[in-house]
């Protein structure tokens, strides 16, 4: 049973730093590609990062020179560290894992719960 676990969510002033982890099970991570997904308050999820097996990463145009996405294999885990935090950036966070280093969500076919990042003004 494949499970992504996101944790590190939190209120935050803007300006402020935070860092979020995706712990997964049931599958080794360093075949598949990883992406990080927002979906804010009656809005539609959309796509942040995503990292590929060969650790190519690509970023939505809304948070490039912010975030970066990373990947630790041998600890399964892949994190998004977020800067200069704006209230825009207000969400529940998912991370997914797939088989195709894409920006669309039907390219991941495992997701975690999220988790509530709050950037406070």
């Known amino acids: 049973q494949v499970r992504l676990v996101e944790s590190g969510g939190e209120v935050v002033q803007a300006g402020g730093s935070l860092r979020l982890t995706c712990l997964v099970s049931g599958r080794f991570i360093a075949s598949y590609a990883m992406g990080w997904f927002r979906q804010a308050p009656g809005k539609e999820r959309e796509f942040v990062a995503a990292?590929?097996?060969?650790?190519?990463?690509y970023n939505a145009d809304s948070v490039k020179g912010r975030f970066t996405i990373s990947r630790d294999n041998p600890k399964n885990t892949v994190y998004l560290q977020m800067n200069n935090l704006n209230p825009e950036d207000t969400a529940v966070y998912y991370c997914?894992?797939?088989?195709?280093?894409?920006?669309?969500?039907?390219?991941?076919?495992?997701w975690g719960q999220g988790t509530q990042v709050t950037v406070s003004s």
């Open positions: 990292i590929s097996w060969t650790g190519d990463t």
């Open positions: 997914a894992s797939g088989p195709k280093f894409h920006w669309t969500e039907s390219s991941y076919d495992y």
